[in-house]
Structure formats: structure tokens, C-alpha cells
């Protein structure tokens, strides 16, 4: 029951294609920046994805600079999605059964100790390859933890018709987060050195850990009374064959997937070699500018949405959005124009934001409440654990054709696919 308008949430049968979520009569615009125990939440939220970034900017820096790996380089991305991809779902199935602010003051907490390792060995001067390899992984379960609980508790936080003002608003902050990480790592990393630079890093995660200890939201205030499922691998995996009667989840868990698995993380990574190709002046401005452009989108994006409101979350606006987001990747890896470079990234990260937040508006408001964390685990691991793959489809394509190639064949595979996902979700149901 919607408690602004007194309407029954509308959740679709099965197989039923239908918008699933209904217009709302007239939410306030960045509704939960107005609320008062949302608003830190966003905040803290911010400012623990910047000390992530902030850890990937020192300790990859130290790593290069000791070990001179490319593997172990590569090993970097895959153990930081890895953990979404294989995790996710049990994760959120933890979400279901327990305090999620536990679970996320957990996530902040191992975070803290990864850091506070990395720094001790930095300053003993002991660093090992094993020792990183075990740090990584761990950072990448910190993260895969941290997922499932952080969204049930934007459920918590604000009314039904204002919850994707609460999505779109958390996935503002923390782009936030990732746009502003580099620079603060970067500038810890020049005034601080690595030693002092990740161990000031862990006063970043403290403001969301601290603030769950005062706030009485536990991810579940809503769903009082819901029969859980039991815990366990299997159980968890049961959300696999539950949601797929439900055209809209599958289309939003796809369309995540299809991003992540055909751009997701190689566009950063390979940003360098565009910022070769385009340079226009020095390599390394050229370089810090696309890489600004590519994380202003998404901030941009955010805050379009949330100011216009015109962009409904539905199965046609996830498609849409997604299929801009394919097609000016495509425009970027072809054009020798850097203007045009910047134009695309910036109109990217709009489209990827809108897509992103979309999805993930929808998959909140669909998934049956004693399964929301099971579900939301699984689009996380759609959404995040795929990246690992862009690491193939761009990368090692990338190493055959070029990576302006292989960035254009794999672009083109998304907006197939994601035409492919839309035709699914929205054809007519046979009587």
C-alpha cells in the first residue's frame, strides 16, 4: 500500500507485461535528500565509496611500482567483481535473514581492515604478492557484502512513491564517490604518502558506520511479519528459478548483465590508449579529462533525473536508456574527434546512470518482500559481478583487433542485446 496515495502497490502476475510501477501522484523532487534520516545515509554512503576508490588509487600505485605485474594488474579487477558475481545472492540472502545495518557496518568494518593492512605492510616494508592477493579478495567481499543491505534500507527510509528518488539519489552519491575518489587518493597519495595516505583513508568509512548505530531502520520495518526463507547457498539459489516467470525482473537483471558484461569496467581501464589516440596536448591531461567526463556523467545524470522527474522507471526507459548507453560507446570507440569523445563519454554516463537506476527502482518495487535481499543480490551480481567479463570481451579482443574494435563489436553485442531484452519484456502475452 502506497502510504502517499492509499493506493495497493502493484506487483503484475507472472508473465504479465505491464509498466511495472505506477505513476506517482506527484513525489517531491530529491525527496530523500529531504529526509532526515536518509540524508546522512546518502552522504555516508558518498563518502565510503570515495575511500574505495581512494584504496584502488594508493594500493594499485604501490603494487606497480613494487611488483611491475601485469597479471597481478589484472588480477586487481577481476578480484575486485568476482566476489559480486559469486557472492551476491548469498549476501543478500543474509540481507533477508538479518539486521542490514549490521551487515553494512560488517562490510565497513572489513573494508577498515584491509586498509589498515595494507598500511601496516607498507610501512614494514613486507608486502608480498600473496599478501595482495588475499587484501584484494577480501576488498571485493567487503563490497559484494555491503550491496544487498544498502538498498533494503533506502526501502526503509522513504514511502513506496518516493523510493526511486532514494535509488536515483544513492547511485548520485555514489558516483560521487567514484568521480572524486581519484582526486582525493591522488591527493593523499602526493601529500601523505602511501603510508599516511591509506591509513587517513579509514576516517572516510567511519560516517556511515557511525550513523547506523543511531539510526532504528533494519531493512525490514516494511516487511514486518514476512515468513523468511531459510539461510543457506541453496536456498539462495532458489531466486534463480523464482523471478524467471517474471518478464520485468528478468528484463531489468539482463539489461544490467548485458552493460556490465560488454562495457562495464573496460572502459576506464582502457582509457589510456583512447586518451593516446585523441590526444590533443599533453597525454596525461587528455587522459584526467576523458576519465572526468566518463564520472560527471553519471553525477549528471543523477541529478537531471531527480530534477525533471520526467523519466518514469519502467521496462521502455530501462530499454531506452541502455540502448543509448550502447550506442555512444559505439560513437567513442570510432571517432577521431576528441570533442565528440568528451560529448559521448558525458552522454554516456547520463544514459548509464538512468539505466542503472532504473533497473534497479524497479527490481526494489517487484521483488516479493521476503525475497528482496535474495533478489537484489542477483541483479547485483548481474550488474556487478559481470564487469569481470569486460575484461574479455574488451580487453582480450582488445589485444586481436585493437581496442577501438573491440570496445565498437562489443557495443554493438549490447545494443543486440538489449533489443533482444526489450522485444522480451514488452511483446504481448499470449491469451
Known amino acids: 500500500m502506497c502510504a502517499a496515495c492509499g493506493v495497493?502497490?502493484?506487483?503484475p502476475e507472472p508473465g504479465v507485461v505491464a509498466?511495472?510501477?505506477?505513476?506517482?501522484?506527484?513525489?517531491?523532487?530529491?525527496?530523500?535528500?529531504r529526509n532526515r534520516d536518509c540524508r546522512p545515509y546518502l552522504f555516508g554512503?558518498?563518502?565510503?565509496?570515495?575511500?574505495?576508490?581512494?584504496e584502488h588509487v594508493i594500493t594499485y600505485w604501490v603494487l606497480w611500482e613494487k611488483f611491475h605485474s601485469p597479471a597481478l594488474s589484472g588480477f586487481q579487477v577481476i578480484s575486485h567483481w568476482l566476489p559480486f558475481l559469486f557472492l551476491s545472492v548469498y549476501f543478500g540472502s543474509l540481507a533477508d535473514r538479518f539486521d542490514c545495518r549490521r551487515l553494512i557496518q560488517a562490510a565497513q568494518v572489513l573494508f577498515m581492515a584491509v586498509s589498515a593492512a595494507w598500511g601496516v605492510l607498507f610501512l614494514t616494508g613486507t608486502l608480498q604478492?600473496?599478501?595482495?592477493?588475499?587484501?584484494?579478495v577480501l576488498h571485493g567481499c567487503a563490497g559484494a557484502l555491503w550491496g544487498p543491505g544498502e538498498q533494503l534500507l533506502l526501502h526503509d527510509f522513504v514511502e513506496p512513491d518516493e523510493?526511486?528518488?532514494?535509488?536515483?539519489l544513492n547511485a548520485?552519491?555514489?558516483?560521487?564517490?567514484?568521480?572524486?575518489?581519484?582526486?582525493?587518493?591522488?591527493?593523499?597519495l602526493l601529500g601523505l604518502g602511501p603510508i599516511g595516505g591509506i591509513f587517513a583513508n579509514i576516517a572516510f568509512y567511519l560516517p556511515l558506520t557511525l550513523f547506523l548505530f543511531r539510526t532504528k531502520f533494519t531493512g525490514h520495518i516494511r516487511n514486518e511479519g514476512v515468513k523468511r526463507a531459510r539461510l543457506g547457498v541453496v536456498d539462495s539459489l532458489r531466486v534463480f528459478r523464482d523471478v524467471r516467470s517474471n518478464r520485468t525482473l528478468v528484463s531489468m537483471i539482463v539489461l544490467a548483465g548485458l552493460g556490465s558484461f560488454f562495457v562495464g569496467a573496460s572502459l576506464q581501464s582502457s582509457m589510456p590508449i583512447f586518451a593516446h589516440d585523441l590526444g590533443t596536448g599533453g597525454a596525461g591531461l587528455t587522459y584526467g579529462v576523458l576519465l572526468f567526463a566518463n564520472g560527471v556523467g553519471g553525477v549528471v545524470g543523477g541529478i537531471l533525473l531527480e530534477a525533471t522527474?520526467?523519466?518514469?522507471?519502467?521496462?521502455?526507459?530501462?530499454?531506452?536508456?541502455?540502448?543509448?548507453?550502447?550506442?555512444?560507446?559505439?560513437f567513442f570507440a570510432f571517432t577521431t574527434s576528441y570533442p565528440i569523445a568528451l560529448l559521448m563519454l558525458l552522454a554516456g554516463g547520463i544514459a548509464n546512470m538512468a539505466s542503472m537506476s532504473i533497473g534497479q527502482t524497479v527490481v526494489q518495487l517487484l521483488a516479493p518482500p521476503a525475497d528482496r535481499g535474495r533478489v537484489i543480490g542477483l541483479y547485483g551480481m548481474s550488474s556487478g559481478g559481470l564487469r569481470a567479463g569486460s575484461g574479455f570481451t574488451v580487453g582480450l579482443l582488445g589485444a586481436a583487433t585493437g581496442v577501438h574494435w573491440s570496445l565498437g563489436l562489443s557495443a554493438i553485442a549490447l545494443c543486440l542485446g538489449t533489443a533482444f531484452a526489450g522485444y522480451y519484456a514488452l511483446r504481448p502475452q499470449p491469451a
Do not use: E
Open 163 to 168: 523510493l526511486p528518488s532514494a535509488v536515483r
Open 309 to 330: 522527474g520526467r523519466i518514469k522507471p519502467n521496462v521502455l526507459a530501462a530499454v531506452v536508456s541502455t540502448g543509448v548507453y550502447g550506442l555512444t560507446s559505439l
Open 45 to 54: 554512503a558518498g563518502l565510503a565509496m570515495m575511500a574505495d576508490n581512494i
Open 172 to 188: 548520485t552519491f555514489r558516483s560521487l564517490g567514484v568521480l572524486f575518489g581519484p582526486v582525493v587518493g591522488s591527493a593523499l
Open 129 to 136: 604478492v600473496w599478501h595482495a592477493c588475499v587484501l584484494l
Open 8 to 11: 495497493p502497490a502493484h506487483v
Open 19 to 33: 509498466d511495472p510501477v505506477p505513476a506517482p501522484t506527484g513525489p517531491r523532487k530529491f525527496a530523500a535528500l
